[in-house]
């Protein structure tokens, strides 16, 4: 059967992971002189510790080429290898994955331009494919022609974290905070960029986020809806897939925990809802 490899930026929890024979990779994240795992020995907790303290936010070092040979050399397998990457428009990683994929025979590298679970999404449907027997070929061709059809956005809480990351100014984070703005994030051409501003309360807002999502995005693919969220308190997480399941009864709702791209990115409470707005078939 073909081998599924990705990142840990599909945000994926261990039970999902197990669940669908995934191989994942953590990114290396350093919380000032201090390394670690994303996903393994990280938590979002962590890093909103260290911003607090330090005012800085934790860098993230790429995969490199010799880490993904390692890898391929280890997962080798006669049925092939696909591997899954963050999006090649934030990370580099993607080009290191397809560098060490040429010195092996039956490596496919497929850029997700995604993060977080839209990439996990993909990987999920990859394995699902490979457990029914299709060639590794067949399977990237069937990924691809559904990659940009994967809805992603999240729910933000404050704009502190996206001030620090320089995705927005001082004058426009004042203002957030005074009027309680919170903009949502979304994600197009592989790129992760703002889209509507909501003001009030996060529980209603979240709702409003929720509706708007499904109302623009209105043809979710039935199979599999994520709802992923860093920190969020139960209140709002509840709120969000009760809202969810009043727009969508998908056939299976996963409860994931952000890692650190979209932690540190986006910061604490933030929440998002993610599937397939299509109708093409699983299998």
């Known amino acids: 059967m073909v081998k599924i490899i990705c990142d840990s930026s599909c945000d994926?929890?261990?039970e999902l992971i197990e669940k669908y024979n995934l191989t994942v990779i953590p990114f290396k994240v350093m919380l000032g002189e201090n390394?670690?795992?994303d996903g393994i020995d990280l938590t979002p907790d962590m890093i909103f510790e260290h911003v607090e303290k330090t005012n800085t936010l934790p860098k993230t070092a790429a995969i490199n080429e010799f880490e993904y040979s390692e890898i391929f050399e280890r997962e080798k397998c006669?049925?092939?290898i696909i591997c899954?990457?963050?999006?090649?428009?934030v990370s580099v990683t993607y080009n290191n994955a397809v560098?060490?994929?040429k010195n092996f025979d039956n490596v496919y590298v497929i850029d997700s331009l995604s993060l977080s679970t839209g990439l996990g999404i993909q990987a999920i449907y990859a394995s699902i494919l490979a457990s029914k027997g299709l060639p590794a070929e067949e399977i990237v061709k069937k990924v691809e022609a559904r990659r940009n059809n994967v809805q992603i956005s999240f729910q933000t809480y404050k704009l502190?974290?996206?001030h620090k990351g320089g995705r927005c100014s001082s004058v426009q984070l004042l203002g957030a905070n005074l009027l309680k703005i919170r903009p949502s994030i979304i994600l197009k051409d592989g790129k992760m960029g703002m889209d509507k501003k909501y003001m009030g309360k996060m529980e209603k807002v979240c709702v409003k986020y929720v509706d708007d999502i499904f109302a623009e995005y209105n043809t979710p693919n039935k199979f599999l809806g994520i709802v992923t969220h860093a920190s969020a308190t139960p209140e709002i997480l509840n709120i969000v897939k009760t809202q969810t399941e009043k727009n969508f009864q998908f056939d299976n709702l996963e409860v994931t925990c952000a890692g650190a791209t979209?932690?540190?990115h986006c910061g604490e409470n933030t929440i998002g809802v993610?599937?397939?707005n299509d109708n093409l078939s699983w299998d």
């Open 12 to 14: 994926l929890s261990k």
């Open 274 to 276: 993610i599937y397939y």
């Open 84 to 89: 899954f990457t963050i999006s090649s428009k």
């Open 99 to 101: 560098a060490a994929a």
């Open 262 to 264: 979209v932690t540190s």
């Open 78 to 80: 006669k049925d092939g």
């Open 160 to 162: 502190n974290y996206l």
């Open 35 to 37: 390394e670690y795992r």
